[in-house]
């Protein structure tokens, strides 16, 4: 198959390839998406052969269920049952945006896009792109985030072509996402709103608009492993993530401190003629004195640590490092969604100076 590109970047967009697009959607293809979160890998959701030539092209377990992608409030209540008072006052709050919500399904979503799961996870994205796609086609689009599976999330269409390309029908190249980390996943199904995947949208932010929220317990980690021994319930979150070909340790403490640690054990990885990567911002590149350095953006402006991420982390794939040091990013929005990928890919190891 050749993965056709259709360049969508520009407004107004061009409905020709929205058109195109959403026709291979309604014939059961497939068709990468910008969203504002990372690009999508979209079939119909309500199609369970789509469903199944999603998990194929991503190389995905098809027991990690899907986010099924719509445009109107409606479509979230066509396809659960049992929706709580705070799925209307969360989508007010924040649909279309990064936040996507974990309720009982109906029906109408097939268990191929589930997961074989009674629940469905629904997200309306705030992408021109996408809701032109989801409303042209007239499908609910199932998109799990369009990279291999064992890959950084893709945030710009080259991305999506470096690891779906003869995979996919097309990708709609929307250019450069906004945001850079996935979506907040949020279950509503039991008592009190649970946080099972952090992203932009934190814990204060739901809080002001629900009250009570509580972070997954299998998500909340220290250096041992997650602190309650308990599993995440979202099925992704239990699989050994992403991590970069070179080993990747987080060094955290005052900058000082920390840069003079890098640069310590840059000098010692050298020495023993490994070559050595290091995830740095603009204020403190200059001070590292050797190695590969890659700004990830700027610590005062959090939400450029998030957009530069993924494509530092694939970045370093290409360089052919051996190690990478990084600076911590507990940032005071996006910390906890920023820290969570990152200590991921570094399999939780940190030193604290
Ligand atoms: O920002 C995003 O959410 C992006 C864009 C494309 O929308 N999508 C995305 O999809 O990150 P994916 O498939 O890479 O991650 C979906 C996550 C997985 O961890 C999956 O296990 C979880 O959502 N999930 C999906 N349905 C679920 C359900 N019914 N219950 C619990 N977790 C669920
Ligand atoms: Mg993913």
């Known amino acids: 198959m050749i993965t056709k590109i259709m360049d969508v970047s520009e407004e ?15 014939n059961g293809g497939l068709v990468a998406f910008p969203t504002e979160t990372v690009y999508g890998l979209g079939g119909d959701a309500t199609d369970m052969e789509a469903s199944r030539k999603i998990y194929a092209a991503k190389g995905r ?17 066509a396809i659960t049952e049992n929706l709580p008072k705070t799925a209307k006052l969360l989508a007010d709050a924040f649909w279309p945006g ?29 992408n021109p792109v996408a809701l032109a796609l989801i409303n042209e086609s007239g499908c609910m689009i199932a998109a799990p985030s369009a990279n291999t599976s064992g890959r950084p999330s893709p945030t710009k269409a080259s991305h999506v072509y470096e690891d779906l390309s003869g995979k996919i ?43 009570e929220v509580r972070m997954d317990p299998g998500i909340v980690y220290n250096d041992k492993g997650t602190t309650s021994g308990a599993r995440p319930k979202a099925p992704g979150m239990r699989y050994k993530h992403y991590a970069p070909k070179g080993d990747l340790t987080i060094v955290s403490g005052d900058e000082d401190d920390v840069v003079s640690k890098i640069n310590e054990l840059t000098a010692q990885a050298i020495a023993s003629d490994l070559k050595v990567g290091i995830i740095a911002t603009s204020v ?22 998030a957009h530069n991420l993924y494509d530092i982390l694939r970045r370093f794939d290409e360089l052919g490092v051996d190690v990478i040091y990084s600076e911590s990013f507990s940032t005071p929005q996006m910390g906890q969604a920023i820290m969570n990928r990152l200590l991921k890919a570094a399999g939780q190891k940190t030193i604290e100076v």
């Open 284 to 305: 403190t590149a200059d001070r590292y004195d050797q190695g590969q350095i890659l700004v990830i953006g700027d610590r005062a402006d959090e939400k450029s640590i």
């Open 98 to 126: 990064p936040l996507t919500m974990v309720c009982n399904k109906n029906q109408v979503i097939p268990y191929e896009t589930t997961g074989g799961l009674d629940t469905v996870a629904v997200r309306m994205p705030n």
């Open 169 to 211: 029908d097309c990708i709609l190249d929307g250019g450069p996402v906004d945001i850079g980390l996935e979506s907040t996943i949020v279950d509503l199904t039991e008592d009190v709103v649970t946080i099972l995947r952090p992203g932009f949208i934190n814990m204060d932010m739901l809080r002001e608009v629900v009250g």
């Open 12 to 26: 107004p967009i061009n409905i020709d390839y929205i058109r195109e697009a959403s026709e291979i959607l309604k």
């Open 61 to 77: 377990p098809s027991d990690n269920p899907l986010i099924v992608h719509i445009a109107r409030y409606e479509q979230l209540e």
